[in-house]
């Protein structure tokens, strides 16, 4: 008889995004008359920079050609991109990392969701709330967590990010093995500063842990003092894994390609307590499993570190963080409290009531789509997430309809 693995049933249903779709239509089909304006998903909606455009083309066509095809490339990634990640997005900071500590991947969805695979179920797991879903659901999906209960999963120890903490979870009270960080936040928009950062790389260069960094979004970091990579702060080579995208950074969502930083030093142990090096055995995971970037998408996103790539997506990124900046002035001037949307392309918003009734109040006065907080975790009650991620037109639409009905 074939068995399902059970873990699987524990998994809750998410809802969220079905149900805003849900209420949405139904609001859509009152009021055919309105322009619904999404600023709910974190999906970019502006194009690809003209610079990954003219590489992504050569490179197709290179592939049309005998002389210039490519098959199967290096699992890890080519090492022309490597090199391009390696010295623009660490080296040029004073993080030192090497090429071939950089695997290029489709997405930092499936590197976050992965990776916990490398560790034993046993171990014990500290995941912020509110959060990106992906890092809870794939421990539950290996069993490393027990019921689900009010709201949480038992076995899990939750990062609380509230207001009282400026939404950068303490350190947690208890030994814990795996960290996982995420800066800056989806969805509380909020950073970490050096100093903070440090406190988690000294915990888990203490207790022998390990944090799995997520900066998908550092590309918003305009703040000098604020650290875009984990790795900026000593110690975290043998305490830290990062994971990056060029997602946000570069309008990717649709295009994919993302990479996970393992640094040669960063090690987990066996039973015995004998150290192993991540790095291979990441090595070995992603090499077996997984078979590479295609040729065209790698050239497009070497692309964005070219000097008119640069430019490019600097300036994509300040088109939306004007959004942000936007959204934040509305909002307050509306006398709401809300963090990020400064290095950040988030906004999150203290609804002073319950999520779903902001959200639907949003929608119902102004037509505009935000995504409830609660979905993100029990801490996110309370809280709606607005995205910068429409055109300015739209966001400025939104603003003013929301100011004009919450007045
Ligand atoms: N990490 C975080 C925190 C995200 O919000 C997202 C996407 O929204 C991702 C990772 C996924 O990135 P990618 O498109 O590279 O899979």
Not at 11 to 33: C, T
Not at 94 to 104: L, N, P, R, S, T
Not at 239 to 251: L, P, T
């Amino acid at each position: 008889m074939i068995k399902i693995n059970e873990n699987y049933l524990k998994l809750q249903a998410s809802y969220l995004f079905s149900d805003i779709a849900k209420r949405v239509s139904a609001f859509q089909k009152e009021h055919p008359e309105t322009k619904v304006i999404k600023l709910g998903i974190g999906d970019v909606t502006r194009g690809l920079p003209p610079a990954c455009v003219k590489a992504f083309h050569k490179a197709v066509d290179e592939m049309a050609e005998d002389t210039s095809f490519r098959g199967y490339g290096p699992e890890q990634g080519y090492d022309f991109l490597r090199s391009a990640i390696a010295e623009n997005d660490f080296r040029a900071r004073d993080a030192e990392i090497a090429d071939d500590e950089i695997f290029v991947s489709d997405g930092a969805k499936c590197d976050t969701a992965n990776i916990q695979e490398l560790f034993d179920t046993d171990i014990t797991v500290a995941i912020p709330d509110p959060v990106y879903p992906v890092y809870l659901d794939t421990n539950v999906m290996a069993g490393r967590t027990g019921a689900y209960a009010d709201g949480r999963f038992e076995g899990i120890v939750y990062l609380e990010a509230t207001r009282d903490n400026g939404f950068v979870p303490r350190l947690p009270q208890q030994k814990v093995d795996l960290i996982y960080l995420c800066f800056p936040n989806n969805p509380t928009g909020s950073t970490i500063s050096r100093d903070e950062l440090k406190t988690w790389v000294d915990y888990a260069r203490h207790n022998k842990a390990l944090i799995l960094f997520d900066a998908a979004y550092e590309a918003f970091i305009g703040d000098a003092a604020l650290p875009k990579s984990i790795f900026e702060v000593e110690g975290a080579r043998e305490v830290a894994i990062e994971f990056r995208s060029f997602s946000k950074s570069a309008g990717f969502t649709g295009t994919r390609c993302a990479y996970t930083v393992v640094p040669k030093e960063c090690r987990a142990f066996d039973a015995r307590g004998n150290s192993h090096n991540l790095h291979s055995l990441w090595n070995r995971r992603h090499c077996t499993k997984f078979n590479g970037v295609s040729y065209p998408v790698q050239r497009a996103a070497e692309a964005v570190y070219s000097d008119e790539g640069k430019v490019q997506t600097a300036e994509l990124i300040s088109y939306y963080l004007e959004n942000a900046e936007l959204i934040c002035t509305e909002i307050e001037k509306l006398g709401y409290s809300y963090d990020g949307g400064r290095n950040s392309p988030y906004i999150w918003v203290d609804g002073q009531r319950d999520s779903w009734s902001f959200f639907d109040m949003l929608l119902e006065k102004a037509g505009v789509v935000c995504t409830p907080g609660a979905g993100f975790g029990t801490c996110g009650e309370g809280y709606i997430r607005i995205s910068a991620f429409n055109s300015y037109e739209n966001v400025a639409e939104a603003m003013s309809r929301i100011a004009r009905q919450l007045k």
